[in-house]
Structures are given as C-alpha cells and as structure tokens.
C-alpha cells in the first residue's frame, strides 16, 4: 500500500515509543537459554523480533505473550537447544539471522535459515568465517548469501577473532556461539559498535569481561560454557525509532515533543549528538540506568534553523541506522552536511545509499554519492518533495521520507507502507497524533 505525507504546521505532545530493537531480539534469544522463567516488558512487537520469538521457539524455547503485555521466556537450558524441524524463515530480519547462526553454530544441532528478498541479498560471509572457525559447518548459496545450512560445532572451540568490519551483529554471533564454546572467547573491535549483547548478557548473569587493547581497540571475552539465569528485562523504546519524530519535531517551528523512557546509550545515540552539532534543541531529561543501560526522556524543540556539519567518521558505528533521516535533516540545513564511512549502508536492508541518494535527488535535494559517501546541499528552506519514494524493502527509507514529506513544500509519498512493520509497528498513528498528516 502507498503513503503519503503532508506538510505538519504544528507537531507537539508525548509519545511512547515502541520497544529497542536490538535490545528485543537480545532478550528473547538468553531467555529462551535459561531453564528459570525470563520476563519482558516493553518488547518490540515489530516483524522482526517476532521472527526471532518463531525461531527460539522452533529450537525448543517456551515464549509467549500474556495478557498483561509482557513476554515470558521459558528456556531450554545452554547447551540444549533442539534441531528446528521446518526451514527457519527470518523475514526482513539481518540481525535474526546473524544473531541466531552464533546460537546455532554453538550447539550441536543442525538448522537451515531463509528471509525475504532483502534478506537473501546480505552477506552473511562475515559471520560464516569466525563461526567456521569455532567449528560449524556452514552451507550458504553463491556468495555467502541465505538461505544456508548450520550444522553447529558437536564441542564448540573459543577463538579469538579481530573484526574485518564494524559490526555488533558479528560481533554478537561470535560471543553467543562463545557462551556454549569450551574456554575463553575473545572479540577484538577495532571501532566500538553497539554493546547490548555485552550488557544484556551480563544482566542474564554471564561473566563478559572488556579490555582497552594498546591500539585503541576493545577486547571483549566470554569464559563458556556458561549457564545463564532467567531475569526481568525492562526493554526501554528504540532509539534509532526516536529519531523519526526527533528531526521531524527539529525542523518544524514551534514544535515541542517528549518521547519518555528512550535507551540512550552512547553507542546508539549519534544521530542526537550530531543534530546537536547541527544546532538542534534536544535535551536528555531524568537521565538514569536501568539493567545496565543508560534511558532518558528526550525532548525536542523545533525552529532552530540547522546548519550543515561534517559527521565526524568515528561517530559511524553510533548511528549506523540513522543517516536516512540525517539526511532529511540535512537537506533541510543550511550549508552542506558531509558523511563518510558509510561503505556498511550499500549492505542494509536496501542499498541504502543509493535509495537516500536517488530518494532526495527526486525530491529536489542537490547532493554528491560516492561509494562510501554522502554530502547533501541544504540550503536553508524546505525541499520541494511532490516524489514518490521506492523503499525496496526498507523500512527506514520508508520512514525517512514520510518525515521529508511533512517538511517538504510538496506531499511526499512512499511505494509500500508493509516494511514499516518490521520495526516501528504504529508508526503512522503516533506520528499523525503528534501532529503529522500522513495518509493513504
Ligand atoms: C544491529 C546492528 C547493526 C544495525 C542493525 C541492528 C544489532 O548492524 O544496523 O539494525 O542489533 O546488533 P551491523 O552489525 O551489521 O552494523
């Protein structure tokens, strides 16, 4: 179904967020682990984590949803997840996908994983070789791509393993393989990706230990097998969801909203850190910690007019997520804005490069791609819009450039609504009770 946005005169009031997603996937996962009852409130109910609920569940884990809204994991116990007897089928959903090929390769059972047409064009190579090495046997099409056969390690070996690439879903395929694996697991990464699977799995109980190497890289460890303990997960909203209504609320003069209880964790939160650089008013209130993760209420007020920046590279991996809708911020800034390192978004759920590029071209954005970059000419006043958007499967593109169309001097309309699903279930609704225009 098509959608389109039109321009937002005013934007303001609270809005709760739909769950963290790495966070959701990361809590079904250790508590499908853990023979002790493991409870979940504020899980993403979005596509994507529901395909992991289907797969633990498919591997032996008890999950269900009750009537109170919270989810509750009865596990298997480590080492005892069972053979899946049906092709496990992750959707949209990478981070299923990678994630659960460390779980898998870890055991000694034998599973084979498909996903949708973004799915089986991703590489899955990165997390094929180190588990490989820990050794699973690993059958994958042409290219390192799904759908492919894990016939996990019968004894798990631990490696020590330097990331190629700047990625907490292979970083988190290695340590979950590693908490199953005999003696200590190390991960070197070179730049600090998110650390949910760290954290969360410390809140499971496990022991994970973190080094600053001479180099300026992180060691992270895992000692296994480990069992872990079923625990209360509170799941705080998804940051990288935030964002949408965050630069919406940055550009419209006089808005004014409050999105409670959001994770903030620093790894996650560049996208706030550079629209602050870009002059936006954004505050962090009542920050605090909860189960080792750092949540606040974010508040944004509009009409500040943005400037454009440069992203500073080493700020990447913080907000990997976020360029399409920095780049809707951007178009709107005066001055331009230049990103580099972003060789890792031409992977994503859509070549997302070349669909933030083409999508801001067709609404009269003037910009320069190349292949691990970006700079988009802003020049202080909406863009013109009156675009249809192809989102090829990407619901961050989708929901990126709804955001432009409530700026934009023209509508601005979306192919396919469906991928919003995956992540920000609702989406429409809450950011048309804010305020936004957005309709079929
Ligand atoms: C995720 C890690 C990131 C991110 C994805 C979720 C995770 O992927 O883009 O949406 O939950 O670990 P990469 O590890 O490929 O950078």
């Known amino acids: 179904?098509?959608?389109?946005?039109?321009?937002?005169?005013?934007?303001?009031?609270?809005?709760?967020?739909?769950?963290?997603?790495?966070?959701?996937h990361r809590a079904l996962m250790l508590g499908g682990l853990c023979r002790e009852e493991t409870i979940i409130s504020g899980l993403l109910e979005g596509e994507d984590v529901l395909r992991t609920a289907e797969a633990m569940r498919a591997m032996g884990a008890k999950i269900g949803r009750g009537?109170?809204?919270?989810?509750?994991?009865?596990?298997?116990?480590?080492?005892?997840?069972?053979?899946?007897?049906?092709?496990?089928?992750?959707?949209?959903?990478?981070?299923?996908?990678?994630?659960?090929?460390?779980l898998i390769a870890g055991h000694n059972i034998t599973a084979t994983m498909t996903g949708d047409a973004s799915l089986v064009k991703r590489p899955m190579k990165r997390v094929i070789e180190p588990l490989t090495l820990m050794g699973a046997c690993i059958e994958?099409?042409?290219?390192?791509?799904?759908?492919?056969?894990?016939?996990?390690?019968?004894?798990?070996?631990?490696?020590?393993?330097?990331?190629?690439?700047?990625?907490?879903?292979?970083?988190?395929?290695?340590?979950?393989?590693?908490?199953?694996?005999?003696?200590?697991?190390?991960?070197?990464?070179?730049?600090p990706?998110?650390?949910?699977?760290?954290?969360?799995?410390?809140?499971?109980?496990?022991?994970?230990?973190?080094?600053?190497?001479p180099d300026g890289a992180q060691a992270i460890r895992i000692d296994g097998p480990q069992e872990l303990m079923g625990c209360a997960v509170d799941v705080p909203a998804d940051p990288s969801s935030a964002a949408f209504p965050a630069v919406?609320?940055?550009?419209?003069?006089?808005?004014?909203?409050?999105?409670?209880?959001?994770?903030?964790?620093?790894?996650?939160?560049?996208?706030?850190e550079t629209l602050r650089d870009m002059g936006a008013d954004i505050a962090f209130k009542n920050e605090r910690v909860?189960?080792?993760?750092?949540?606040?209420?974010?508040?944004v007020r509009g009409g500040n007019m943005l400037r454009g920046v440069d992203v500073p590279p080493a700020r990447v991996p913080s907000m990997i997520d976020e360029f399409p809708v920095?780049?809707?911020?951007?178009?709107?800034?005066?001055?331009?804005?230049?990103?580099?390192?972003?060789?890792?978004?031409?992977?994503?759920?859509?070549?997302?490069?070349?669909?933030?590029?083409?999508?801001?071209?067709?609404?009269?954005?003037?910009?320069?791609?190349?292949?691990?970059?970006?700079?988009?000419?802003?020049?202080?006043?909406?863009?013109?819009?009156?675009?249809?958007?192809?989102?090829?499967?990407?619901?961050?593109i989708a929901m990126s450039f709804l955001v432009m169309g409530m700026i934009a001097e023209e509508p601005v309309s979306i192919d396919d609504v469906s991928p919003i699903n995956t992540s920000f279930p609702g989406f429409t609704v809450l950011m048309n009770g804010l305020g936004a225009d957005i309709r079929p």
């Not at 179904?1 to 790495?22: E, V």
């Not at 409050?258 to 903030?264: C, E, I, S, T, Y």
């Not at 863009?383 to 961050?396: V, Y």
């Open 1 to 24: 179904m098509k959608l389109t946005s039109h321009k937002t005169r005013s934007f303001s009031g609270a809005a709760r967020i739909p769950g963290d997603k790495s966070m959701s």
């Open 67 to 102: 009537d109170d809204g919270l989810w509750r994991c009865f596990g298997t116990g480590m080492g005892r997840l069972k053979s899946p007897s049906h092709i496990l089928d992750m959707g949209n959903s990478g981070t299923s996908a990678r994630l659960l090929s460390g």
């Open 140 to 191: 994958a099409q042409e290219g390192g791509r799904l759908p492919m056969t894990i016939v996990g390690a019968e004894k798990a070996k631990a490696i020590e393993y330097r990331l190629p690439v700047a990625s907490a879903q292979v970083k988190s395929a290695i340590l979950l393989a590693g908490l199953n694996a005999r003696g200590v697991t190390t991960v070197i990464e070179n730049k």
């Open 193 to 213: 990706t998110r650390d949910h699977s760290e954290n969360m799995l410390r809140h499971f109980g496990a022991k994970v230990t973190v080094e600053d190497l």
């Open 248 to 272: 919406a609320a940055a550009l419209i003069a006089g808005a004014e909203i409050r999105l409670p209880h959001v994770g903030v964790n620093p790894r996650r939160a560049g996208i706030y």
């Open 290 to 299: 909860e189960a080792g993760e750092r949540v606040a209420d974010i508040v």
């Open 326 to 396: 920095l780049a809707v911020a951007a178009a709107c800034a005066r001055g331009p804005t230049r990103m580099t390192g972003l060789a890792e978004l031409r992977v994503k759920e859509s070549d997302r490069l070349k669909m933030i590029a083409d999508g801001l071209a067709a609404c009269g954005v003037r910009l320069e791609m190349g292949d691990d970059s970006l700079t988009v000419h802003g020049d202080g006043r909406p863009p013109r819009g009156g675009a249809l958007i192809h989102t090829a499967l990407d619901h961050r």
